[in-house]
Structures are given as structure tokens and as C-alpha cells.
């Protein structure tokens, strides 16, 4: 009996420590709370110019691209994030010219956006890429696309390490989000759909902001 009781004191001991150290580290993350993973993001409508990305009946992926991340600056500037886009028109920016805009500065995101296409007319759905080996691309992606499939009726085909170019170019947390089939007959007219690129903005902008 007596000597059972050492034991049991050390566990008590352990759980004291254990405590301390929770309560230290809830102290840590409340004095962090001010601190923001980033201040500024940089949108990458895809392709451009001679590049036109994926056609399908008669919709460019390019012109998608850039009209969906008009749409998601304003929803970001709304709340107070500032954002800029590579191009802003219909003109090929390089990859690498792309990744560069991103890393000016430490604190700054990069969202890439496409539209997917496969030989294949009935595969449709939504996925974000990260870096691999990019644990921060990976928890923003994983922000982003679980915004868009709760909101969207389509596959949610996940959040998937892909080594990129422009995402490999990129210094800081990176993705890039593959907003639908336009090979697809029904996610290329939805896609085509002003309404439907503003749900999208907004989704995007939301799983922004939850990595914030
Ligand atoms: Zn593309």
C-alpha cells in the first residue's frame, strides 16, 4: 500500500505539468491573437493573352480566370484585405513574373485561379493544390476547398500536394484552386454564370479569411 502511492503521486505530479503547460500555451495563441498569417494577398487569374487555358463550348478558361478574381479582390477588399492581381487584363504574364509579385514580401498569400478540363466530358468537380511539402499551402487549401464544397453541389475531389511551376516559384503559403470542369456541359454553363463566379468569390474569400 505504501509504496503504491509514489506512483500515484508522480501521475498527479505529471498532470500538474501537463496543466501548466496548456494553460501556458492558451496564454501564447490569446497573445498572438492579433497577429494575422497575412496582410496582403496576390490573385493569379491563370493563363491570358495568346494562353487561353482550357476552351469548351465556347468559354476560355482565361476570361473565367480573370472575371473570378475581379470578383474575389472586391470581396477581399470588402473586408478589409488588400489584394492585387498578376494581370489584369488579356495579356500572358510569365509564371515565374507571376510568383515574383507574391514575394516581395513575407506576408503575403497566393491564390491561384483555373478552370480544369479532361478528355473525359462527365468528370466535373472542385480541387486546390499546394506545394508539396508546404504544410501552410496545405492548411489554406484545405480552408478554401472545404468553403467551396460545402457551398457548391459538385465532387469535392480534395486538396492534393502538386509541384506546380507557379506554386514552386512561390516563396510564401500558396494554392492553387481548380474551380470546375468547363469540359463539363453543366459546370462550363455554370461557370459562364456571373452569379456562379460571385458564389465562388465568396467562398474562396471565406476559406481566406479562416487561414487569417
Ligand atoms: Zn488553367
Known amino acids: 500500500m505504501f509504496f503504491s502511492r509514489h506512483p ?11 496543466l501548466a503547460v496548456g494553460f501556458s500555451a492558451v496564454f ?32 476560355a478558361e482565361k476570361k473565367l480566370a480573370l472575371d473570378l478574381a475581379e470578383r474575389l479582390q472586391k470581396v477581399l477588399k470588402k473586408k478589409g484585405v488588400p489584394a492585387i492581381l498578376t494581370r489584369t487584363d488579356d495579356t500572358y504574364v510569365e509564371l515565374t513574373k507571376r510568383a515574383e509579385m507574391a514575394n516581395t514580401s513575407k506576408d503575403t498569400l497566393f491564390v491561384s ?15 486546390t493544390f499546394y506545394y508539396p511539402g508546404s504544410p501552410e499551402g496545405r492548411v489554406l487549401g484545405t480552408y478554401i476547398q472545404s468553403e467551396l464544397s460545402r457551398r457548391i453541389a459538385t465532387k469535392n475531389r480534395g486538396v492534393k500536394p502538386n509541384n506546380l511551376k507557379v506554386l514552386a516559384k512561390t516563396k510564401g ?9 468547363i469540359s463539363n456541359r453543366w459546370e462550363c454553363q455554370r461557370s459562364a454564370s456571373a452569379w456562379f463566379r460571385q458564389i465562388l468569390a465568396e467562398e474562396i474569400a471565406q476559406g481566406i479569411m479562416r487561414y487569417r
Open 113 to 127: 485561379l483555373h478552370f480544369n478540363a479532361h478528355k473525359d466530358r462527365s468528370v466535373t468537380g472542385i480541387e
Open 28 to 59: 501564447l495563441m490569446a497573445g498572438n491573437a492579433n497577429a494575422q498569417r497575412f496582410n496582403k494577398v496576390v490573385i493569379d487569374p491563370g493563363h491570358g493573352g495568346q494562353d487561353p487555358g482550357s476552351s469548351h463550348f465556347g468559354v
Open 173 to 181: 503559403t500558396a494554392v492553387l484552386v481548380e474551380c470546375g470542369f
Open 8 to 18: 500515484l503521486l508522480i501521475g498527479l505530479q505529471r498532470n500538474v505539468i501537463t
